[in-house]
Structure formats: structure tokens, C-alpha cells
């Protein structure tokens, strides 16, 4: 007579079989960090936490996923931008918002912000 199995069983008998890659480790990782950058950017977007808060959440992940953390952090940025009309004009006649209408990632923190998105790819 056969021997009954569990589904579990089954499943770890393929899985002993499956073998994950250093470039499917690193996609992974790419996509752990993408997704925590992500979060991690909206929370400063809906001031749960402000520019010196996200930049804590960065450190956090360490120095080997630094540069995948920044390079996610400005895609995201980008991504969010909506640009109408020409901005310089925009800027020459507008005055400077109070201080109660500020983002969120305005202010001290703010600069460690620009200056990572800056710093990544060149921008």
C-alpha cells in the first residue's frame, strides 16, 4: 500500500530541490527595500515622521542597501512629482508659503533629502 503524505511534505520535498541565485537574492532585496523606501515615504508624506525620521528609516537598512535605498527614494520622489506650467515664472511671483502650509519634509532634514537625491544618478 502507498504511503500517505501531507501536503506540506510535498512541498518541502520541491523545495529541497530549488536552488535561489545571487542575482535572485539581490532582486529580492532590491524589492524588500523598494517597498520599505516606499512606505517609508509616505509616512513623511502624511507627516507621521518628518526628513530627519525618513533618513533614520534609511540608515537603518545599513550601508549595503544605502545606495539601492537612495536610488528607490528618488524614483519614488520623481514619481509623485506633477508639474503644471513654468515653474520659474511660478517662483518669481509667488510668495512664500506660511509656515503652517510647509511639507512635511521641509526645513533642517530637508537638505539631507535634496542633497541624497542629488547625489544619486546625478540628479
Do not use: Y
Not at 97 to 104: L, R
Request: proline residues 2%.
Amino acid at each position: 500500500m502507498g504511503e500517505i503524505r501531507s501536503t506540506l511534505d510535498i512541498i518541502m520535498e520541491k523545495a529541497k530541490r530549488v536552488e535561489v541565485t545571487e542575482e535572485d537574492k539581490a532582486a529580492f532585496m532590491r524589492r524588500e527595500v523598494e517597498g520599505k523606501i516606499r512606505g517609508s515615504l509616505q509616512k513623511a508624506l502624511d507627516g507621521f515622521i518628518d526628513a530627519q525620521g525618513l533618513q533614520s528609516e534609511i540608515e537603518v537598512l545599513g550601508a549595503d542597501r544605502h545606495e539601492i535605498a537612495v536610488a528607490a527614494l528618488r524614483r519614488e520622489c520623481l514619481e509623485r512629482m506633477v508639474l503644471e506650467g513654468d515653474i520659474l515664472t511660478q517662483e518669481r511671483h509667488s510668495e512664500p508659503a506660511p509656515e503652517t502650509m510647509k511639507h512635511p519634509l521641509a526645513g533642517e532634514g530637508g537638505a539631507w533629502l535634496e542633497n541624497a537625491l542629488r547625489a544619486s544618478n546625478g540628479f
